[in-house]
């Protein structure tokens, strides 16, 4: 069964640069979330959308920008980059919205080091 | 809000022992409550789930039960291998949210 696809999958960067994260879901999945799992610690939510709107915010800083297309796939700009933003990122996606119900399923996650 | 408390880890057990990884929750309404496992190097994959009070969700061997009077989705497994060495995260999905709110993760360690 097609999954939840993630590029890069590890990408280094260094401090105060830009890098753009993208997510393709699973096929007619139509809600895209956006977590950060830090070293050791267990993921949190930044940002969702469904149908390209953005459904939901977590703790996204500023300095990070996300949007969906129209072909669902989702991308996660991170400008001004930080030490602290070393960490896995983890796309997941879904059908519908609000729905109690859903279950999102993860992509493999891309690995984002900044030096 | 919601939140979820896991069991620290890691836990270390001999293959076939029994295994318990305890998790409650708290949350408003009728939360979606779920065990995701995280294996070395790899992303999160979905265990189980359990979307209603007194509903059993089961997988590979693995068992949890939603206990909405004790706020309760222990993760229990009769026989563990070494191949279920992984991370265990227990996580909820509820009120008008549409994210996971996860527990920090039990890791366990299986031995011959």
């Known amino acids: 069964a097609a999954g939840v696809i993630q590029s890069p999958r590890h990408l280094i960067k260094e401090k105060r640069e830009t890098a753009t994260l993208k997510c393709y879901p699973i096929p007619r999945h139509d809600t895209v979330y956006w977590y950060q799992q830090g070293p050791g610690q267990d993921p949190q939510f930044l940002i969702s959308f469904y149908e390209k709107m953005q459904s939901d915010k977590g703790s996204i800083p500023d300095r990070f920008s996300a949007q969906q297309f129209s072909d669902y796939h989702s991308e996660l700009n991170m400008s001004s980059l930080e030490l602290g933003d070393s960490a896995l990122y983890f796309c997941?996606?879904?059908?519908?919205?609000?729905?109690?119900?859903?279950?999102?399923?993860f992509g493999p996650g891309t690995r984002l080091t900044v030096l | 809000g919601n939140s979820v408390t896991q069991m620290e880890g890691p836990v270390t057990l001999s293959e076939e022992a029994f295994l318990t990884i305890n998790c409650t929750y708290t949350a408003t309404g009728y939360p979606s409550l779920f065990w995701y496992v995280q294996y070395p190097g790899e992303g999160l994959q979905l265990l189980l789930k359990?979307?209603?009070?007194?509903d059993k969700g089961s997988n590979k061997g693995f068992e949890a039960t939603y206990r909405k009077e004790t706020t309760s989705f222990h993760l229990e497994k009769g026989s563990v291998q070494v191949s279920d060495s992984a991370v265990y995260f227990c996580a909820l999905r509820g009120g008008t949210a549409s994210k996971l709110t996860f527990g920090t993760g039990t890791r366990l360690q299986v031995t011959l």
């Open positions: 997941a996606s879904s059908t519908g919205t609000g729905g109690l119900r859903d279950t999102q399923y």
């Open positions: 359990a979307t209603k009070a007194d």
